[in-house]
């Protein structure tokens, strides 16, 4: 069976394309890489929060979902927003890459305790750092990997801050100078994975063989609470949420929270259950979060990025 994949063309979209036909061509099936342009990719001079995170790396690459030109699109799981348009699902996951966050710097004597300047445009990492590492500056910086260190390099920035699995498949772990605790920086959700979307048109044969060749149960599981987590507070990429979940045998853990985007106020919680409830504990999580001022929280943010 032939699959057709379709990716953005960025260096990183492409790794993880290959990744994924190397793994359906290894189960014996023929699969072919078809590139897409998108929004996202065009538009390269304003922070993506403020394009309006949805589906700007998607819109595109759906469109030929549905028309059948391609039967699966490859993606970073951490850039799917939490409710797909009516007829998508994701239908695999692969297995994830450390979680974790990293500053990348040509400067090995890159200090925290100082007063640098980092480079993200991550609202999740901004916030983080104004409450962890409040004399430590941002500045805005997009483009994918090669262009951020360029601008780096031109002296936009000390340092930048991106997450491992990206830097890692890009081959720039020689210019990792830390990694961030999980425990200050935890992750976006599903950061690290790589998810398959398909039309729910595509046949149930192609599901299969991309399931089986594909999806990682673990992580699958984790990403299923961390998704019913993202999609019960409404948010999309662009928003400072966090949530992260790790199994142990049977039982899932997740810790997920909200950061405010003046990094002031900072509300985590922790929940274990049985990996049975992974849905379930997203939804309580979420709850607490709003319940104990996340609710406040995302008002005010929606209000801010709206203006
Ligand atoms: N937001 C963009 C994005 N989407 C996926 C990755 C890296 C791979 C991953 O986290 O799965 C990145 C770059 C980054 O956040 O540093």
Redesign the pocket.
Known sequence: MKIKIGTRGSK?ALWQAYFVQEKLVKAGHEAEIITIDTKGDKILDVAISKIGSKGVFTEEIEEQLASGAIDIAVH????MQSKLPEGFELIAFSEREKVNDVIVSSNTKIDLKQPITLGTS?TRRIATLKHFYPHIKTVDIRGNLQTRIRKMEEGLCDAIL??Y??VHRMEYDDKIVHSLSISEFVPAVG???IAIEAHEQLSGEKKQIVKYAINHKNTADCLTAERAYLKYMDGG?SIPVFGLATLQGNSIEMEAGIISLDGKTRISFKLTDDVSQAENLGILLAKQVLNAGGDKILKEIKQQLNK
């Open positions: 990183l970073s799981a951490k850039d991550s991106l997450a699995a990206g950061q690290g994975a990429c």
